[in-house]
C-alpha cells in the first residue's frame, strides 16, 4: 500500500510550500488538490458556464476532459500537471479570476466528486503527499499521516503582504480578506474546512517554514 500524507490547512498557513518541501524531502510525489479545483474553473470560465447557477456546473463537469499527470523533473522529482483536452494548463490557473472561479466551483457536490476520484486514484497508485481542505476529514480518512497547519490571521496577513510586496497601507485590507475566506473554508455545507481530531495540528505563527518542516518530519518514521 502506498504511503499518504495529508497536509490541511488556511490559506496562507504555508501547507503547498511545505506539503512539496515534505514531499521532497521524503521522495514522495506531492499533489496541489486546489489545482483540481482551479482546473474545473478554468474549464468553466473558458466555455462560458454561467457559475451563479450550481446546476450549470454540475452539468459542465460531466463534459470535462481532464487528468492529473506526474513527469519526472531533471532531479527525478514527479512533478504535477494539470492536462485539459490533451494540454498543461501551467500557470493559466493561477490568476485572481480563477482563484474566485473555483472558490465557487468546488461548493458543488458533482465537483468535489470529480475531483475526490482523481485524488483516490493517484493517492492509491504511489507514495504521496496531499494537500487541501478536506484530505485528512474526507478524502483520506485513514492517511498514514495527517497534518493541519494554521497561523494567526495576522501573522498570515503578513506573510501575504510580504509576498506580493505590498506596501504597509493594505495590511487591513488583506487581513479582512483572510478572516473572510476562513469564514467562507469553514462554513460551507459540503466539506468545510476543518481539522481531523487524529491530525497534528500545528500554529506556525512563531515558527519559520524550516522549523515546522522539522517537526512535521519528527512524526514521520
Ligand atoms: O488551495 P487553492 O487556493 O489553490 O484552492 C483553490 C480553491 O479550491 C479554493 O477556493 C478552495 C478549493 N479547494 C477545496 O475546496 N478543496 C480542496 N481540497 C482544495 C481546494
Known amino acids: 500500500m502506498p504511503i499518504n500524507i495529508a497536509i490541511d490547512g488556511t490559506a496562507g498557513s504555508g501547507k503547498g510550500t511545505l506539503a512539496k518541501q515534505l514531499a521532497k ?3 514522495f510525489g506531492c499533489l496541489d488538490t486546489g489545482a483540481i479545483y482551479r482546473s474545473v474553473a478554468y474549464y468553466m ?22 487528468k492529473v499527470v506526474f513527469e519526472a523533473d531533471e532531479n527525478g522529482n514527479k512533478v504535477q500537471k494539470n492536462i485539459l483536452d490533451g494540454t498543461d494548463l501551467g500557470e493559466k490557473i493561477r490568476t485572481e479570476e480563477i482563484s474566485l472561479a473555483s472558490s465557487i466551483v468546488s461548493q458543488v457536490k458533482e465537483v468535489r ?43 498570515r496577513a503578513r506573510r501575504r503582504l510580504k509576498q506580493l510586496n505590498l506596501p504597509e497601507e493594505n495590511y487591513e485590507s488583506i ?25 497534528v495540528y500545528i500554529d506556525n505563527s512563531n515558527q519559520l517554514p524550516e522549523e515546522t518542516l522539522r517537526e512535521m518530519l519528527s512524526y514521520i518514521k
Open 25 to 27: 524531502k521524503l521522495g
Open 45 to 66: 470560465v473558458e466555455n462560458g458556464v454561467d457559475l451563479s447557477k450550481g446546476e450549470n456546473i454540475a452539468k459542465a463537469v460531466k463534459k470535462i476532459n481532464f
Open 113 to 155: 466528486e470529480f475531483a475526490t476520484k482523481i485524488q483516490h486514484e493517484i493517492a492509491g497508485s504511489f507514495d504521496v503527499v496531499v494537500e487541501g481542505r478536506d484530505i485528512g476529514t474526507v478524502v483520506l480518512p485513514n492517511a498514514n499521516y495527517k497534518f493541519f497547519l494554521t497561523a494567526s490571521p495576522e501573522v
Open 175 to 199: 487581513l479582512e480578506e483572510i478572516v473572510e475566506r476562513d469564514r467562507r473554508d469553514m462554513t460551507r455545507a459540503l466539506s468545510p474546512l476543518k481539522a481531523a481530531e487524529d491530525a
